[in-house]
């Protein structure tokens, strides 16, 4: 779409306000939203923004960090192809934006620079990465006193609960089929209120502006019903958690065949697919700071039978590896053959939590990294000298450690690049500092609320 034709859309479409979006470093969608009068302008400028944004964590504390302090500026610049409808609010649109700096350059915090960064070193080595996130998320209602309560009672797959939650799903997919996601399944999920809606996959870049739309829509939708729906990885400790599952294959550059899949091979995956699991699993560890947060998303992990995974290890349909191979459908192995990786929540900066995957798996596919032998069972069942010998290791069990992987492992933070890395590390700490010292329930009020 070119910018004249957002505009005449946007036009068209009655909305006054076009909100210019990104995703933060704290994984909060944040922008600013532009009248219709002058947005043909902004198109072409962008939106100004002060460089601080970067160091804010989800509490919106704003961290001392350098080169992040009160004096510069960056800008909203949107990407045209993003335009959507925000049809749960009155005239309103929305962009999806990258960051550039003051001069309309590329700016090292933009975590869509950096995925598109890394979908253009996969395709430099003839791989295009399709993907998609599988996400579940909480309808919550709010008690005259307060107090938040799951939506339903209702069980995984219930009949009973599709009947419930009818309204808001069938309002929540046709806003989705508006804004060009193709919805493909919907289920109430195992805990009380919890949902599951899945969308196609598409593009690594467009999954994860995908997500942000699928965010901001479920969220949108709920409110207009008067619910509130949650993305927290934990929102209920009592209940399931959510997870965002991010569901990807890799291709050739030009997405005509599946990279992953050769059925003559041992479990029908090629030297690249297991390579590319090779890298994901060694870097596993580092690569949770981004798909798993939040300080609320290790109440998520190392759930028994809980499907989320603990353990650095992977298998053919294994719902307790960390990287699941899934297998296709019937007939279609060819385009359906696809990796789960499972440890991954809602509460995720999307493009970070994707470029992170691409540069794990890149990392593997260059050193031929052996992914080792398949678990086909649950591998909270092993011994710790069986998990020594089979190389597998234990996930990080709060956000310190997972910070503390990513820290230390050199590849991952190189693949953040050091200004990234350091105002993440930076704010991320900050979260775990400003947690551990409150109470739970502050702890699920915010994530509930925020995500
Ligand atoms: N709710 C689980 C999670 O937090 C996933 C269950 C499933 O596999 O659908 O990841
Ligand atoms: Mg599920």
Same mark, same amino acid.
């Given at each position: 779409?070119?910018?004249?034709?957002v505009v005449q859309k946007a036009r068209e479409n009655s909305a006054r306000f076009i909100r210019?979006?990104?995703?933060?470093?704290?994984?909060i969608i944040r922008g600013k939203a532009v009248h219709i009068d002058v947005l043909p302008d902004r198109l072409r400028n962008g939106v100004g923004l002060p460089i601080a944004i970067q160091a804010l964590n989800m509490l919106d504390q704003l961290q001392p960090i350098e080169n992040?302090?009160?004096?510069?500026?960056?800008?909203?610049?949107?990407?045209?192809?993003?335009?959507?409808?925000?049809?749960?609010?009155?005239?309103?649109a929305a962009l999806t934006c990258n960051l550039v700096d003051a001069e309309g350059g590329p700016w090292p915090l933009d975590p869509r620079s950096l995925l598109d960064y890394h979908i253009q070193r996969a395709a430099a080595r003839g791989i295009g990465v399709q993907a998609a996130f599988e996400n579940e998320f909480t309808l919550v209602t709010r008690t005259p006193e307060g107090q938040f309560l799951p939506f339903d009672q209702s069980l995984a797959y219930s009949s009973h609960g599709m009947t419930t939650a009818a309204g808001f799903v069938d309002d929540l997919a046709s806003t989705l089929e508006v804004q060009g996601l193709a919805v493909e399944h919907y289920h109430p999920e195992a805990g009380h209120g919890?949902?599951?809606?899945?969308?196609?996959?598409?593009?690594?870049?467009?999954?994860?502006?995908?997500?942000?739309?699928?965010r901001e829509t479920v969220r949108g939708t709920a409110a207009k019903h008067g619910l509130l729906a949650s993305f927290a990885p934990k929102p209920f400790p009592d209940q399931p958690s959510n997870g965002a599952h991010i569901h990807f294959s890799l291709w050739d550059a030009r997405f005509i065949t599946n990279r992953?899949?050769?059925?003559?091979?041992?479990?029908?995956l090629t030297p690249l697919a297991r390579c590319f699991? #090779?890298?994901?699993? $060694?870097?596993?560890?580092?690569?949770?700071?981004?798909?798993? *947060?939040?300080?609320? @998303?290790?109440?998520?992990?190392?759930q028994p039978r809980s499907w989320t995974s603990a353990f650095t290890a992977w298998g053919p349909d294994n719902r307790e590896?960390?990287?699941?191979?899934?297998? #296709?459908?019937?007939? $279609?192995?060819?385009?359906?053959?696809?990796?789960?990786?499972? *440890?991954?929540?809602? @509460?995720?900066?999307?493009?970070?939590?994707l470029a992170g995957l691409i540069a794990a798996g890149i990392d593997g596919v260059e050193r031929e990294i052996d992914p080792g032998e398949p678990v086909q069972t649950d591998p909270a069942l092993f011994s710790n000298e069986e998990l020594a010998a089979r190389g597998i290791k234990r996930l990080p069990t709060n956000q310190m450690e997972a910070i503390l992987a990513l820290r230390t492992d050199p590849v991952m933070m190189t693949a953040l690049g050091a200004e990234l890395a350091n105002a993440y590390l930076a704010v991320r700490?900050?979260?775990?500092?400003?947690?551990?010292r409150e109470t739970t329930g502050f702890e699920i009020q915010h994530h509930l609320l925020k995500f």
């Open positions: 779409m070119t910018r004249d034709e210019f979006l990104y995703c933060d470093n704290a994984g992040l302090g009160p004096v510069g500026e960056i800008r909203l610049m949107p990407d045209t192809s993003t335009f959507h409808l925000l049809p749960y609010v009155p005239h309103q919890q949902q599951e809606l899945t969308i196609h996959h598409a593009d690594a870049m467009r999954a994860a502006d995908n997500q942000v739309v699928f992953l899949y050769d059925p003559e091979a041992l479990y029908g699991i #090779g890298g994901v699993l $060694a870097h596993l560890p580092a690569l949770l700071a981004l798909t798993c *947060p939040s300080y609320n @998303s290790y109440r998520r992990l190392h590896a960390a990287l699941r191979v899934a297998s #296709g459908l019937w007939g $279609a192995d060819a385009r359906s053959v696809n990796l789960e990786l499972k *440890p991954v929540d809602p @509460s995720c900066n999307p493009y970070l939590a700490t900050s979260e775990y500092a400003a947690f551990r």
